[in-house]
Nanobody, 122 residues
Framework: VQLQASGGGSVQAGSSLRLSCAAS?????RGWFRQAPGGEREFVAA????????YYADSVKGRFTISRDNAQNTVYLQMNSLKPEDTAVYYC???????????????????WGQGTLVTVSS
């Protein structure tokens, strides 16, 4: 399975963006991480297919929404009220058959997209 992320760009603070991550095959778990310049890869959001449960980092809760289009094997990250501190390369992640218990740990995810840059200016 391969992941293809898209939708990044440069916006002003307070704006919205929607990221997409298309998978070439079926996946059980999907997530988004981000990595700011000089920083570590950090958890943003995750979607657990069997239960349709969603999980968010505290820093994005209430502003970002993860959703999934099963027919298209595509996951979206709707980002509203963007802040300069949201600036990062955003990566989509997946696991084919299982749910990573430590979903916030990027090392638990096995499939990665190529990353898409989001730049938020003040």
């Amino acid at each position: 399975v391969q992941l293809q992320a898209s939708g990044g760009g440069s916006v002003q603070a307070g704006s919205s963006l929607r990221l997409s991550c298309a998978a070439s095959g079926s996946t059980a778990s999907r997530g988004w991480f981000r990595q700011a310049p000089g920083g570590e890869r950090e958890f943003v959001a995750a979607f657990r297919r069997p239960t349709r449960a969603t999980y968010y980092a505290d820093s994005v809760k209430g502003r970002f929404t993860i959703s999934r289009d099963n027919a298209q094997n595509t996951v979206y990250l709707q980002m509203n009220s963007l802040k300069p501190e949201d600036t990062a390369v955003y990566y989509c992640a997946a696991k084919t058959y299982s749910w990573p218990v430590a979903y916030y740990d990027h090392t638990q995810w096995t499939l990665w997209g190529q990353g898409t840059l989001v730049t938020v200016s003040s």
